[in-house]
């Protein structure tokens, strides 16, 4: 263990973390380490309404969901609890509706595997709703051609989403064969006033949707046409919709090999040389600069400590256990705090917790060791080091009965989805750790439904936020961007899209889900204080695409996000 008994007391008083930058550029933590900066943060990586009707019956969800029995572990909770920008979309359907019911109505086609497009277009309905306001925005083609001065607004990507998803809705309904090219029906009443760079990203989009559903419907020949044109007009460097493409169309050429008997171990073996995963938790330059430039990140870190140190307030001695150490950014910020306190500690512990490398992780202990002393903070580090979660044991943790014990566990929960025995121990021994607060930082999605259709359209709006978001954070060379899309996202996209069964191991499920699992381990869900959700504003502000990041909130937890779309959840928690 790695000790440092040094001892001060400090009579400074009690304040929010300390958080300072011009804005609009943000100002990384500062740690004083021997006359230089040191530390690191790392970055933290939509459901719908009910088709259960629309996919119940449908044989190929029949066959999907006899395979992933076992492995969807929340299958007896509900996963189609509305999330607030889905509600919305629901909300306006009616007036969606009655704009159809305008056209003259084509009898659709009936294929093999139909109920799978149909619960699609039911699913994008939910979607593409929210195109209705975006048109009454823009000007008829006959107002447009009088107003030639009229100057045309930027889409944001989710608007060419639910463009695109009105366009697809269209051409189904009215017997066009999943043509990339935009209906004559639906371009006059959606799609007046679009660039042209916005009707060829509309375009590409369709096409996807369109190769997705032949997918779903087993129709390999037609889909893998489509994906061709998407592979065409698709570039892994280009704008966002074209990068977003790129990545989603890879994800459903291995489906097809998958399905089709064609896939070997070796696919896609040139981009898994790096894992980004292991480059995310322990200390490079992509890290630190993914940290410095996404706020959400930064946003989350400081809030969840800000928690800790107001349920701490009078602990003399304090034990984190940390299940995302990595470069340990969170745990210098937790001393400035304290050591800011009316009341010193006497003696703070952090333990971290790894499945990976114990050498990795001595660099960062002998890093906050050092920060602890410039703080005057007395600080012991451990490492537990297990090969598997079902080897972790209370035992393993150096516990004193005076000490107050909190968790800090950000995105661990999700990466056990798959593996429920380990989640379900995982849970039993915290509980029996009988920690003061955990803190659970998640990703706010519906991956884990059994069902590819509605799988792939929860992944398609949830990641071109994401990468609509790192393109108004980050510059397009920006290594952290790079590594994000080319390598975790990419991997990700396709394990959501590309997999089944044991394999499909990214299952990331909404807060709700959560609280029902928790609810069986006997936790509750904590209020945030007004300072900590301020906390997180103050953060955001003091970056220039800030503005358009949102806090909402679900029941008593946190919902971060990217104009209006959830991306993570933070929580709090404690074991009664």
């Known amino acids: 263990m790695l000790r440092d008994e040094q001892y001060h007391q400090s009579g400074s008083h009690e304040r929010l973390i300390s958080f300072k930058g011009n804005k ?3 100002k990384q933590y500062r740690e004083e380490e021997d006359g230089r900066n040191s530390g690191a943060a790392d970055p933290g990586s939509s459901n719908l309404g009910s088709l259960g009707e629309g996919l119940s019956s449908s044989k190929y ?13 929340f299958d007896d909770v509900n996963f189609d609890v509305d999330s607030p920008p889905v509600q919305q979309c629901f909300d306006e359907m009616s007036k969606l509706s009655k704009l159809h019911s305008e056209t003259p109505a084509v009898e659709p086609r009936k294929e093999a595997g139909s109920s799978v497009q149909y619960a699609s277009l039911e699913l994008l309905n939910s979607y593409g709703s929210g195109v209705k306001r975006l048109s009454e925005l823009r000007p008829s083609p006959s107002q447009a051609r009088v107003e030639s001065s009229w100057t045309r607004p930027k ?12 366009n697809f809705i269209s051409s189904s309904s009215h017997g066009v064969d999943g043509s990339p090219i935009l209906s004559g029906a639906a371009h006059g009443v959606y799609f007046s006033g679009l660039t042209d760079d916005q009707m060829t990203d509309v375009e590409l989009l369709v096409s996807l949707l369109s190769a997705a559903e032949s997918v779903g419907n087993q129709q390999f020949e037609r889909a893998s046409r489509l994906l061709s044109q998407c592979e065409f007009l698709s570039s892994p460097d280009a704008c966002t919709v074209q990068r977003v493409v790129h990545y989603f169309t ?20 040139e981009k898994q040389a790096c894992d980004l995963n292991e480059a995310m938790k322990y200390g490079n330059p992509i890290t630190l600069s993914f940290y410095q430039d996404i706020p959400l990140s930064q946003a989350s870190h400081f809030t969840g400590i800000q928690a ?43 333990t971290a917790v790894t499945t990976t490398s114990r050498s990795k992780l001595e660099p960062t202990g ?20 297990i090969g598997d979660m079902l080897d972790l044991r209370e035992e393993l943790f150096e516990l004193d009965g005076e000490e107050e014990v909190v968790v800090y566990a950000p995105l661990l929960m999700t990466t056990l989805v798959a593996q429920r025995d380990r989640l379900d121990h995982l849970m039993s021994v915290l509980k029996n750790l009988d920690p003061c607060l955990m803190v659970m930082a998640e990703v706010e999605a519906n991956h884990n439904s059994p069902a590819f259709v509605n799988r792939f359209i929860e992944a398609l709006f949830f990641y071109s936020a994401y990468f609509d978001f790192l393109a108004s954070c980050m510059e397009n060379d920006n290594p952290g961007r790079i590594a994000a899309e080319t390598v975790f996202f990419s991997r990700c996209i396709r394990n959501i899209v590309a997999t089944e069964g044991a394999d499909r191991t990214t299952r990331h499920v ?59 959840s933070l929580s709090i928690w404690k074991f009664m």
């Open 24 to 26: 609009g550029s943000p």
């Open 155 to 166: 889409l944001s990507i989710d608007e060419i989403l639910k463009t695109a998803a009105v």
């Open 366 to 385: 002998t890093r906050l060791l050092s920060f602890a002393r410039t703080m005057k903070i007395p600080l012991s580090f451990d490492i537990v080091m």
């Open 250 to 269: 890879e994800a459903l050429r291995e489906r097809i090999d998958r399905e089709t008997g064609n896939f070997t171990s070796n696919y896609f073996k």
């Open 308 to 350: 800790i140190v107001e349920h701490v307030a009078t602990a003399k001695k304090i034990h984190m256990i940390d299940f995302g150490l990595r470069h340990g950014v969170h745990s210098t910020i937790l001393m400035q705090a304290l050591a800011a306190r009316h009341e010193a500690v006497e003696h703070l512990k952090i």
């Open 510 to 568: 909404k807060i709700g889900v959560w609280r029902s699992y928790f609810a069986r381990f006997g936790l509750v869900e904590t209020e945030f204080s007004a300072a900590a959700t301020y906390q997180a504003r103050l953060v955001l502000d003091q970056f220039s695409c800030g503005s358009s990041c949102t806090i909402d909130t679900d029941g008593k937890s946190l919902i971060m996000g990217w104009k209006g779309t959830p991306l993570h």
């Open 61 to 73: 969800l029949q066959q999907h969901q006899q395979v992933s029995n076992g492995y969807g572990f």
